[in-house]
């Protein structure tokens, strides 16, 4: 999974440094690669809820997302790759690795006994 991580959002809500016209390109380029397994942008913060439960069960839920750090989670891929250096590669070539912003790379795990 590509966890695609903005640091830093424009006065329009996007990834400073790249253009729709450079996410279409990416995308483009992973669907036709045949790697795409899912994929997703999500909805701007305003829209987002926070829950956590304190260790007594009481239920604590705010708006946003409120993270102690400056990067923003907005969106994931999930792709079929044969190892850590595909999706390396991959990783690099999504534009919200630029200007600040980072990809996770991480694999799914697998619970089946």
């Known amino acids: 999974m590509?966890?695609?991580?903005?640091?830093?959002?424009?006065?329009?809500?996007?990834?400073?440094?790249?253009?729709?016209?450079?996410?279409?390109?990416?995308?483009?380029?992973v669907r036709e690669s045949g790697i795409l397994v899912d994929s997703h942008s999500l909805a701007d913060l305003v829209t987002a809820t926070t829950v956590r439960v304190t260790a007594?069960?009481?239920?604590?839920?705010?708006d946003g997302p409120f993270a102690e750090t400056?990067?923003?989670?907005?969106?994931?891929?999930?792709?079929?790759?044969?190892?850590?250096?595909?999706a390396?590669?991959?990783a690099a070539r999504c534009p919200g690795s630029l200007d600040g912003g980072s990809v996770v790379v991480r694999p799914i795990a697998d619970f089946e006994v």
């Open 2 to 29: 590509l966890l695609i991580n903005s640091g830093a959002i424009d006065a329009e809500g996007g990834a400073p440094g790249c253009t729709p016209e450079d996410w279409m390109t990416y995308d483009k380029s």
């Open 56 to 62: 007594a069960g009481e239920r604590l839920v705010t």
């Open 70 to 86: 400056r990067e923003v989670l907005g969106g994931y891929y999930v792709i079929d790759v044969p190892d850590l250096d595909t």
């Open 88 to 90: 390396i590669d991959w």
